[in-house]
């Protein structure tokens, strides 16, 4: 098989390319290096270059024969959303329907997409399922709820099959193949906590501690890098043996609060972790947790990576073997 991975050299994207790799997939890589990193690819075929570039594109699929499309090159700061609504519309929104007119064209009819248990807004009821509401409260939620609306339309009207992966919370690493969490700027929790531990920075905040959760801290589904792999690669198994398109919500449907990451951080990695408290920020739901069982069910998917201890335990090798930064002067 060969497969075009949009965004192949990111955060979820490069593991990607590495698991496809291994199993013996061509894997041809198109990323503009602006959230992702040409080393993370490692010696796969990379294509620096944008969505926006619809002739770079056509370019691609007149040189190269897909099997069929993984795209993970979305923006994803849910701050920076708000801010800057244009950016996300036009890079998740705009240059996403650049791709899917350029598969139409050429007749490449499968695509993995990346979407996000953002698309869900705040939860009516928790674990959350496929059946679950969209309503989602931020631009770019908004913005993959619009593309997994859009691909339904293709399939109607061209033919073009997609399974959708709402991720709740990336996590964890797999170091030994030099790969792990490197955002600029980090906005996720556990690399917070352990750049913390790393004395990479002076402390990670705790926002709002009153909660109607058993320590008053807000709970969230973590799920490995690695299972989220597996579950991409089972859903492309769903598309070339022609079982047609799906939905997943993709967690462990365990919850972990934010108190218990750091505790289990201070566990992990023998370092204490300092700690902001902070007021509560808008928006932020006390529980999300994923329902996985149809995921489980049609895909086959079962998460091996689910212990909080596990995805802590490989996002601190990441963290030792491949800092970002030097520790700071002093421990604070």
């Not at 959230?35 to 990379?46: M, N, S, W």
């Not at 695509?111 to 807004?121: E, L, P, Q």
């Not at 969490?181 to 790393?198: G, S």
């Amino acid at each position: 098989m060969q497969i075009l991975v949009v965004g192949g050299a990111g955060y979820i994207g490069s593991h990607m390319v590495n698991a496809l790799r291994k199993a013996g997939s061509a894997v041809v890589v198109l990323d503009d290096l602006s959230g992702g990193h040409r080393d993370a690819v490692g010696d796969a075929e990379l294509y620096v270059g944008s969505l926006a570039d619809r002739a770079l594109i056509d370019g691609l699929f007149e040189e190269h024969r897909f099997d069929a499309v993984m795209h993970f090159a979305s923006f994803i700061e849910v701050g920076r959303s708000v801010r800057d609504p244009a950016a996300f519309y036009r890079n998740n929104l705009v240059n996403t329907l650049n791709l899917l007119d350029a598969m139409v064209a050429r007749d490449v009819k499968r695509i993995v997409f990346s979407s996000t248990a953002a698309i869900f807004g705040e939860p009516e009821r928790t674990p959350i399922d496929e059946t679950h509401r969209t309503l989602p409260i931020n631009p770019y939620g908004r913005s993959k709820w619009m593309v997994e609306q859009i691909l339904a339309d293709y399939e109607k009207a061209y033919g073009l099959q997609s399974v959708c992966l709402r991720y709740f919370n990336a996590s964890g690493a797999d170091a030994a193949a030099g790969l792990g969490e490197r955002h600029d700027p980090e906005t996720h929790l556990i690399p917070l906590v352990l750049q913390v531990a790393a004395r990479r920075r002076a402390a990670v905040s705790i926002f709002g501690r009153d909660y109607g959760t058993p320590d008053g801290t807000c709970i969230r589904d973590y799920v490995h890098v690695m299972d989220l792999c597996d579950a991409h690669s089972l859903a492309l198994e769903r598309l070339l043996s022609g079982k047609g398109s799906g939905r997943y919500n993709l967690g462990n449907g365990l919850g972990h609060s934010v108190q218990q990451v750091i505790d289990t951080a201070r566990a992990v990695t023998g370092r204490d972790i300092f700690v902001r408290h902070e007021a509560r920020r808008a928006g932020d739901p006390a529980r999300l947790v994923a329902d996985s069982m149809l995921a489980k069910r049609e895909l086959g998917w079962q998460p091996q990576r689910a212990d909080l201890e596990r995805i802590i335990a490989d996002a601190w090798a990441w963290e030792q073997r491949h800092p970002a930064a030097k520790p700071l002067p002093v421990a604070v």
